[in-house]
């Protein structure tokens, strides 16, 4: 493998951004210079490109450090690993963890990756010294896998799956999993029953379900945020599902009485923003009354806020 290191700067530090799912996040480009990634989905807001197994041209940590370091201050909730493609295909992240580990501070470090080099047991071993993980995991079938992801040759979903699991037994920081919904391809009862069964036996700490929101690379579509409602009802009850995408979020502003207010909330806990799409004025303030009179409680998932009915709390301290 040829690698060119380079230490000059090219815009490595980006941000910071205020995430609704992370907090006010700083990023860090681990392939600033070109597109270097072992998939080419359909839906990459980047351009279209051979996939890789490995980086071809990488940055020195020295150089990530140096430009990181006067960023750094209280207001940056997570240092986020990302690239222009893989981040995992940084040949120098285990080092590059190390040495933000020793200037971080009470700073989260998170990687956003799309869980195929988990198999490597360096990388996977990598990843177990990160406060935060987010796996991408957008289907379980290997045709539909191949269509959407268009990975490289050498990946095998069956054991990315596997590794995905064995990862969540070991983990001890917040992991998150993102399944990302393209139309008609993941969104069809079978794929979402098989990512449903996957998925129960991943320790996660939340699991995201988002679809297209920005222009992709290849001409696919997004699905709504009423189908993506419709899907996460399909999911196992016990599941920590949230619906992250709202690009297509037209208002549904349906009607809900006490007793369905209170088992869409048992079916599937909703965010704020997702009570205003669902539910019209006078659910609202249905929905507001029964907080007051305790009917519903709030459950924090790391920076999002869930309603729920207060009697699931109950049944989980009588568990």
Do not use: W
Not at 46 to 64: C, E, H, R, Y
Not at 146 to 155: F, M
Not at 183 to 203: A, F, G, P, R, S
């Amino acid at each position: 493998m040829n690698v060119t290191v380079s230490a000059e700067k090219n815009n490595i530090i980006f941000g910071p951004i205020n995430s609704r799912r992370f907090g006010m996040s700083l990023g860090i480009d681990l392939s600033p210079s070109h597109k270097q990634c072992n998939f080419d989905c359909l839906y990459c807001e980047l351009a279209p490109s051979v996939t890789v197994k490995s980086q071809s041209k990488t940055i020195t940590v020295a150089s990530i450090i140096n430009e990181l370091k006067p960023h750094l201050n209280d207001t940056i909730d997570v240092i986020t690993l990302t690239a222009n493609g893989e981040p995992t295909l940084y040949p120098l992240l285990d080092e590059l963890i190390e040495q933000i580990d020793l200037i971080k501070k009470d700073t989260q470090t998170l990687i956003l990756t799309n869980s195929a080099t988990l198999v490597d047991d360096n990388i996977f071993n990598s990843l177990l010294k990160l406060d935060q993980v987010k796996l991408s995991l957008d289907a379980i079938s290997e045709d539909i896998f191949t269509k959407i992801d268009r990975p490289h040759k050498s990946i095998d979903i069956s054991q990315v799956v596997d590794k995905v699991i064995a990862f969540s037994e070991v983990y001890t920081g917040k992991l998150f999993i993102e399944i990302l919904f393209v139309y008609e391809l993941n969104d069809t009862k079978e794929e979402i029953q098989k990512l449903n069964e996957v998925l129960k036996h991943i320790k996660c700490h939340r699991v995201d379900l988002g679809t297209i929101d920005r222009p992709p690379a290849y001409p696919v579509s997004g699905i709504s945020y009423k189908e993506l409602h419709s899907i996460s009802l399909m999911f196992d009850k016990a599941l920590p599902i949230h619906i992250a995408s709202r690009t297509h979020a037209e208002p549904n502003n349906s009607s809900y009485t006490d007793e369905e207010i209170v088992n869409t909330l048992d079916k599937r806990p909703l965010t704020i923003d997702d009570i205003n799409l669902l539910f019209d004025k006078e659910t609202i303030s249905r929905f507001e009354r029964m907080l007051k009179d305790t009917t519903l409680s709030t459950k924090n998932v790391g920076n999002l806020v869930f309603y729920i009915p207060t009697t699931n709390i109950q049944r989980k301290r009588i568990k």
